[in-house]
C-alpha cells in the first residue's frame, strides 16, 4: 500500500493537477476525490493511506459487518446543541458520545471547514474514516437506529403514562395494602395467557389474592418497576429493585424475571419492628434454648445454619446477634441484601457486581478488628476457608449454608474444599432449621384422632423423652381471624449437631451423615421432624403441617 506522502507528491507533480488547480491542495474542499482522480487509485486505497497517515481508525469491508453490529447510537447525540446540518453536508456524521468525545465517520476527513466548525464550537471529537460506499452503509443504519430510538422513545412514554394513571395507581396500591392486610411476606405478579395473576405468600403458603385484566398487567408491571426504580425499557434482563413505604415503615424488595410471554414480578415485604429476635418467641423448646446460650457464651468458633430459603435461617442468625449485641462487642454482617437493620450492629451489603462478594468482604472485614462476624452464605471455597480461618484467629463467626440437614452441612464443606481438620477445629455447633405454621388461637380444638396419632407414630416415648406430661394435639379448623386456614403465623423447628468430640472422630465422607445421625438419636438430639412433632404434643401444631415441611 502507497503512503500519502507519495501520493501527494505524484498527484502534485501530474501536470493534469496542476493545470485545473494552480494552488494546488491549498484551497481544496474535496481533496480526497482530486487525489482518487488524478493518482489512479481507488477511493478505498486513498482513504486507507489518510487513515495510516493520520493514524485514525478505518473502516474497511473485511470489519465493516463486525463494526456496524457493535456501535450504538446515543441519545446523548441528538440532545446536543450542535448543528448537525453543516456537518452532514461535508459527510462527517456523528456515531456516539464517549464522555465528551464524539465519534464521527466520514469519507472526507482532510476536510477543513468541518475541522474549522467543530473547533469553533469547541468539540473534542475522534474520526473514522471509510469509502463512500461504507460511508452510505453506515449511515442508513444509523438513521435506521435513530428511528427504532425516536420510537421506542415514543412507546415507552405511552407505557410511562399508562403506568401513571389513576386507575392503574389505584390498583397497584390496593393489592399492597390487601397483601401487606394478610400479613403476606410475598406477593407476585406473574402473566398468564388471559392476563395476570397476583398471589400473596401468607405462613409460607402460596394463595391467590387477584387477576389483572390482559389490557392493564405491562401497566402494572410497569408501575412497580418505576416505584422500585427500574429500567422500564429493559425486558431481557432481570433486575432488582426497593420500594420504600416510609409512612408504613415498610421496605419492598422487588424482583423482576423475565419469561417467555411477559414478565414475573416478586415483592418480599420487610416490616420493620416486626421481626421477633427471642429464641423463645421462634418457638425453640427450652433445651435448645440452653444448648444455644452455651455457644453464644464462647469468644470464637463458627455457628452454622441450615436449611432452604425462606426456612428463617437468617431471624434466627439475628437473634443470636441480637443476645451478643452490646457495648463491649463489635458485630460486623455482610448480607444479600440487608434485610433488617439491628441498631449497634456494622451491617454491610455485599456488590457481586463491582467484585465485593462475600470473600471480598469478609478479608476486609477481620481487619476491621470486629469479636463477631456474620457471612450471610458461604457459596465457595474461599469464603468457607476465610470463615473458618478467622474463627481459630479468635473471632465468633455466624454464617449459612444450604443443606437438608445438620450432618449433611460438613459434607457441602467438604465439596467446597475446607480440610476436615479445619472443621473439626473451628465448628462449634450446626443447626437445621423448618417453619411450620402454627394453629390459630382463636379456632384451634382437641384432635378427635389424638390416641391413633399418639400409638402410631410413639408420640408418647417422644413426650416422655422431652419431660411432657400434658400431651394436647390439636387440629386446624379455620376462622375470620386466620381466613379460614387454621393457621396463624409461623414457628421454627430445630435439628442442633453439636461438634462433640465422637462427631469429630468421624470421618467426614459419604457414610459421616449417617453415623452423625445415629449419634444424634443416642444423645437425645431431635431430628427436625421429631422437634416439630414436639410442637403438635404442645398443641402448637398439627401433624399435617410438621410432615409437610419435615416429613
Given at each position: 500500500?502507497?503512503?500519502?506522502?507519495?501520493?501527494?507528491?505524484?498527484?502534485?507533480?501530474?501536470?493534469?493537477?496542476?493545470?485545473?488547480?494552480?494552488?494546488?491542495?491549498?484551497?481544496?474542499?474535496?481533496?480526497?476525490?482530486?487525489l482518487v482522480g488524478f493518482s489512479g487509485l481507488s477511493e478505498e486505497e486513498v482513504i486507507a493511506a489518510i487513515a495510516e497517515h493520520?493514524?485514525?481508525?478505518?473502516?474497511?469491508?473485511?470489519?465493516?459487518?463486525?463494526?456496524?453490529?457493535?456501535?450504538?447510537?446515543?441519545?446523548?447525540?441528538?440532545?446536543?446543541?450542535?448543528?448537525?446540518?453543516?456537518?452532514?453536508?461535508?459527510?462527517?456524521?456523528?456515531?456516539?458520545?464517549?464522555?465528551?468525545?464524539?465519534?464521527?465517520?466520514?469519507?472526507?476527513?482532510?476536510?477543513?471547514?468541518?475541522?474549522?466548525?467543530?473547533?469553533?464550537?469547541?468539540?473534542?471529537?475522534?474520526?473514522?474514516?471509510?469509502?463512500?460506499?461504507?460511508?452510505?452503509?453506515?449511515?442508513?443504519?444509523?438513521?435506521?437506529?435513530?428511528?427504532?430510538?425516536?420510537?421506542?422513545?415514543?412507546?415507552?412514554?405511552?407505557?410511562?403514562?399508562?403506568?401513571?394513571?389513576?386507575?392503574?395507581?389505584?390498583?397497584?396500591?390496593?393489592?399492597?395494602?390487601?397483601?401487606?392486610?394478610?400479613?403476606?411476606?410475598?406477593?407476585?405478579?406473574?402473566?398468564?395467557?388471559?392476563?395476570?395473576?397476583?398471589?400473596?405468600?401468607?405462613?409460607?403458603?402460596?394463595?391467590?389474592?387477584?387477576?389483572?385484566?390482559?389490557?392493564?398487567?405491562?401497566?402494572?408491571?410497569?408501575?412497580?418497576?418505576?416505584?422500585?426504580?427500574?429500567?422500564?425499557?429493559?425486558?431481557?434482563?432481570?433486575?432488582?429493585?426497593?420500594?420504600?413505604?416510609?409512612?408504613?415503615?415498610?421496605?419492598?424488595?422487588?424482583?423482576?424475571?423475565?419469561?417467555?410471554?411477559?414478565?414475573?414480578?416478586?415483592?418480599?415485604?420487610?416490616?420493620?419492628?416486626?421481626?421477633?429476635?427471642?429464641?423463645?418467641?421462634?418457638?425453640?423448646?427450652?433445651?435448645?434454648?440452653?444448648?444455644?446460650?452455651?455457644?453464644?457464651?464462647?469468644?470464637?468458633?463458627?455457628?452454622?445454619?441450615?436449611?432452604?430459603?425462606?426456612?428463617?435461617?437468617?431471624?434466627?442468625?439475628?437473634?443470636?446477634?441480637?443476645?451478643?449485641?452490646?457495648?463491649?462487642?463489635?458485630?460486623?454482617?455482610?448480607?444479600?441484601?440487608?434485610?433488617?437493620?439491628?441498631?449497634?450492629?456494622?451491617?454491610?451489603?455485599?456488590?457481586?457486581?463491582?467484585?465485593?462478594?462475600?470473600?471480598?468482604?469478609?478479608?476486609?472485614?477481620?481487619?476491621?478488628?470486629?469479636?463477631?462476624?456474620?457471612?450471610?452464605?458461604?457459596?465457595?471455597?474461599?469464603?468457607?476457608?476465610?470463615?473458618?480461618?478467622?474463627?481459630?484467629?479468635?473471632?465468633?463467626?455466624?454464617?449459612?449454608?444450604?443443606?437438608?440437614?445438620?450432618?449433611?452441612?460438613?459434607?457441602?464443606?467438604?465439596?467446597?474444599?475446607?480440610?476436615?481438620?479445619?472443621?473439626?477445629?473451628?465448628?462449634?455447633?450446626?443447626?437445621?432449621?423448618?417453619?411450620?405454621?402454627?394453629?390459630?388461637?382463636?379456632?384451634?380444638?382437641?384432635?378427635?384422632?389424638?390416641?391413633?396419632?399418639?400409638?402410631?407414630?410413639?408420640?408418647?416415648?417422644?413426650?416422655?423423652?422431652?419431660?411432657?406430661?400434658?400431651?394436647?394435639?390439636?387440629?386446624?379448623?379455620?376462622?375470620?381471624?386466620?381466613?379460614?386456614?387454621?393457621?396463624?403465623?409461623?414457628?421454627?423447628?430445630?435439628?442442633?449437631?453439636?461438634?462433640?468430640?465422637?462427631?469429630?472422630?468421624?470421618?467426614?465422607?459419604?457414610?459421616?451423615?449417617?453415623?452423625?445421625?445415629?449419634?444424634?438419636?443416642?444423645?437425645?438430639?431431635?431430628?427436625?421432624?421429631?422437634?416439630?412433632?414436639?410442637?403438635?404434643?404442645?398443641?402448637?401444631?398439627?401433624?399435617?403441617?410438621?410432615?409437610?415441611?419435615?416429613?
Amino acid at each position: 500500500m502507497r503512503d500519502l506522502s507519495s501520493i501527494v507528491s505524484s498527484v502534485s507533480q501530474n501536470p493534469a493537477f496542476q493545470s485545473e488547480y494552480p494552488s494546488g491542495f491549498n484551497k481544496l474542499t474535496n481533496a480526497e476525490e482530486v487525489l482518487v482522480g488524478f493518482s489512479g487509485l481507488s477511493e478505498e486505497e486513498v482513504i486507507a493511506a489518510i487513515a495510516e497517515h493520520f493514524n485514525l481508525q478505518l473502516i474497511d469491508y473485511g470489519n465493516a459487518i463486525d463494526f456496524i453490529d457493535e456501535f450504538k447510537v446515543q441519545d446523548a447525540l441528538h440532545n446536543s446543541e450542535i448543528e448537525w446540518t453543516f456537518l452532514k453536508g461535508k459527510n462527517w456524521y456523528p456515531l456516539s458520545r464517549e464522555d465528551d468525545n464524539l465519534h464521527i465517520v466520514t469519507n472526507r476527513p482532510l476536510c477543513n471547514a468541518a475541522k474549522n466548525f467543530l473547533r469553533l464550537a469547541d468539540v473534542q471529537y475522534t474520526l473514522i474514516v471509510t469509502d463512500k460506499t461504507l460511508l452510505q452503509r453506515v449511515v442508513s443504519i444509523v438513521e435506521g437506529l435513530e428511528n427504532e430510538a425516536k420510537e421506542a422513545s415514543e412507546e415507552l412514554e405511552k407505557i410511562r403514562a399508562l403506568a401513571s394513571e389513576t386507575p392503574v395507581v389505584n390498583l397497584v396500591n390496593s393489592l399492597i395494602s390487601r397483601a401487606l392486610d394478610m400479613g403476606a411476606s410475598d406477593m407476585h405478579v406473574e402473566p398468564t395467557k388471559e392476563g395476570g395473576i397476583v398471589r400473596v405468600r401468607v405462613d409460607g403458603l402460596l394463595h391467590k389474592l387477584d387477576t389483572i385484566p390482559a389490557s392493564l398487567v405491562l401497566a402494572v408491571v410497569s408501575r412497580l418497576k418505576i416505584l422500585a426504580d427500574m429500567d422500564i425499557a429493559e425486558k431481557r434482563r432481570p433486575q432488582d429493585g426497593k420500594i420504600a413505604l416510609k409512612h408504613k415503615n415498610i421496605d419492598i424488595r422487588v424482583s423482576c424475571l423475565p419469561l417467555n410471554n411477559g414478565e414475573s414480578v416478586v415483592m418480599r415485604f420487610l416490616v420493620k419492628g416486626s421481626l421477633k429476635l427471642d429464641l423463645n418467641d421462634l418457638g425453640f423448646h427450652h433445651d435448645l434454648v440452653e444448648h444455644i446460650q452455651q455457644d453464644l457464651d464462647r469468644t470464637s468458633g463458627v455457628i452454622l445454619m441450615t436449611g432452604p430459603t425462606g426456612s428463617g435461617k437468617t431471624t434466627t442468625l439475628y437473634s443470636f446477634l441480637d443476645s451478643l449485641n452490646d457495648i463491649h462487642e463489635k458485630i460486623i454482617t455482610l448480607e444479600d441484601p440487608v434485610e433488617y437493620e439491628i441498631e449497634g450492629i456494622n451491617q454491610i451489603q455485599v456488590k457481586p457486581d463491582i467484585g465485593f462478594d462475600f470473600a471480598a468482604g469478609i478479608r476486609s472485614i477481620v481487619r476491621q478488628d470486629p469479636d463477631v462476624i456474620m457471612v450471610g452464605e458461604i457459596r465457595d471455597s474461599e469464603t468457607a476457608r476465610i470463615a473458618m480461618q478467622s474463627a481459630l484467629t479468635g473471632h465468633l463467626v455466624f454464617s449459612t449454608v444450604h443443606t437438608n440437614d445438620a450432618p449433611s452441612a460438613y459434607v457441602r464443606l467438604i465439596d467446597l474444599g475446607v480440610d476436615e481438620f479445619l472443621l473439626n477445629s473451628a465448628v462449634v455447633a450446626i443447626l437445621a432449621q423448618r417453619l411450620t405454621r402454627k394453629l390459630c388461637e382463636h379456632c384451634k380444638e382437641p384432635d378427635p384422632h389424638a390416641t391413633e396419632h399418639i400409638a402410631k407414630l410413639e408420640l408418647d416415648k417422644l413426650a416422655q423423652q422431652c419431660g411432657i406430661e400434658d400431651i394436647t394435639i390439636n387440629r386446624a379448623v379455620g376462622c375470620e381471624h386466620c381466613k379460614g386456614t387454621g393457621y396463624q403465623g409461623r414457628l421454627a423447628i430445630l435439628e442442633y449437631l453439636p461438634n462433640v468430640d465422637h462427631i469429630k472422630s468421624l470421618p467426614k465422607d459419604s457414610n459421616f451423615a449417617l453415623s452423625a445421625e445415629q449419634f444424634m438419636r443416642k444423645q437425645g438430639y431431635r431430628s427436625l421432624k421429631q422437634d416439630g412433632l414436639l410442637k403438635v404434643l404442645q398443641g402448637q401444631t398439627t401433624i399435617e403441617e410438621v410432615m409437610r415441611v419435615a416429613g
